[in-house]
């Protein structure tokens, strides 16, 4: 089992910036992929950022030039760079794992990031 706790999330100001982190914990060694994703008020969750094993990343349209996702495999953590937020970028944020490369995913609890004025 893996275990994810996301947070950094928050209200900010339009043109704002936050960062989000997810610590993994449990049986780590077996992730591969993760990524975020994010579940606005009334809408469908959608994948914002992937990074694989190796490092590649995979962004939405919507956020490219914004956000930056990254990991750190010594820490067991993946960040989420969100600059010059919207409005639009409201949800709550979730973060996924892979387990090795089957179709076994875990997700965690999510934290909500709100821009507003």
């Known amino acids: 089992q893996v275990q994810l706790v996301e947070s950094g999330g928050g209200l900010v100001q339009p043109g704002g910036s936050l960062r989000l982190s997810c610590a993994a914990s449990?049986?780590?060694?077996?992730?591969?992929?993760m990524g975020w994703y994010r579940q606005g008020p009334g809408k469908e969750r959608e994948s914002v950022a992937t990074?694989?094993?190796?490092?590649?990343?995979g962004y939405t349209d919507s956020v490219k030039g914004r956000f930056t996702i990254s990991r750190e495999n010594a820490k067991n953590t993946v960040y989420l760079q969100m600059n010059s937020l919207k409005p639009e970028d409201t949800a709550v944020y979730f973060c996924?794992?892979?387990?090795?490369?089957?179709?076994?995913?875990?997700w965690g609890q999510g934290t909500q990031v709100t821009v507003a004025s």
């Open positions: 990074i694989t094993t190796g490092g590649i990343t």
């Open positions: 996924k794992a892979r387990q090795g490369y089957s179709t076994t995913y875990y």
């Open positions: 449990g049986y780590i060694g077996s992730i591969t992929d």
